[in-house]
């Protein structure tokens, strides 16, 4: 089974529409973290966010925010007001502590289109 | 400013050819990865390091070694090059498991 699921492999938006990518994790451990990185059509993964598996409370960052819920496994994440410029491959992650050495799993990435 | 850098943006090599892929971090980071990148499948870990020396297996290693001397550098080796290991690799490092990965641009590789 997938540890993490993105199940949007790709979404096309007009500008200004919000738009939200879903991700869903699986893990048995009580301590976790989950990352959100983006990568634009340059190539290069950037980080937008973390957050670990004690702290629920939404967040806001300008116009991305993000929305943790244990009890579905979500950890989703919203731009709105999308732009040109957020036309990037985005990547859930999940980093969780095995029996000797912490382990990490991406998902499969959403390919957002943000179109003028 | 954080820094991974990657030896080569594009490489391209013939099969049964050894093919070393170099990275380095100049953030005193502890853990290093490899991880390959295809359409449709997002990002698969072939191996990481928690320390020097030390290397653990990540979803997909076979064909591929590892090695770690120093702290900064974290090589990723093809022993004996495929064409089903044209892909672009990626390198990340970050400070611990709880903290965020810094990536590598990249390297395409292609083999023939």
């Known amino acids: 089974a997938q540890k993490v699921t993105q199940a949007q492999t790709e979404i096309s938006v007009v500008e200004k529409e919000d738009v939200t990518l879903d991700c869903v994790y699986e893990?048995?451990?009580?301590?976790?973290?989950l990352f959100w990185y983006k990568q634009p059509p340059s190539g290069e993964l950037v980080f937008l966010i973390r957050?670990?598996?004690?702290?629920?409370q939404n967040e806001i960052s300008g116009r991305y925010s993000w929305n943790f819920q244990k009890s579905t496994s979500s950890f989703n994440f919203t731009i709105t007001a999308s732009q040109v410029v957020d036309s990037a491959v985005y990547f859930c992650a999940l980093s969780e502590a095995g029996d000797n050495f912490n382990k990490f799993y991406f998902g499969s990435g959403t390919k957002l289109n943000v179109k003028p | 400013d954080v820094k991974v850098t990657q030896s080569s943006r594009y490489l391209v090599k013939r099969t049964g050819e050894k093919v070393f892929l170099e990275c380095v971090q100049d953030?005193?980071?502890?853990?290093m990865f490899w991880y390959r990148q295809d359409p449709g499948l997002g990002l698969r870990l072939i191996y990481f390091s928690y320390d020097v020396k030390m290397k653990e297996k990540g979803d997909i290693p076979e064909g591929y070694s590892v090695s770690r001397e120093k702290k900064e550098r974290f090589s990723l080796i093809l022993e004996s090059a495929s064409t089903n290991q044209t892909s672009m690799y990626l390198c990340?490092?970050?400070?611990?498991?709880?903290?965020?990965?810094?990536f590598g641009p990249g390297t395409r590789l292609t083999v023939l």
């Open positions: 990340a490092s970050s400070l611990s498991y709880v903290d965020e990965q810094f």
């Open positions: 953030m005193d980071h502890e853990n």
């Open positions: 893990t048995r451990d009580t301590t976790y973290y």
């Open positions: 957050r670990n598996s004690f702290d629920e």
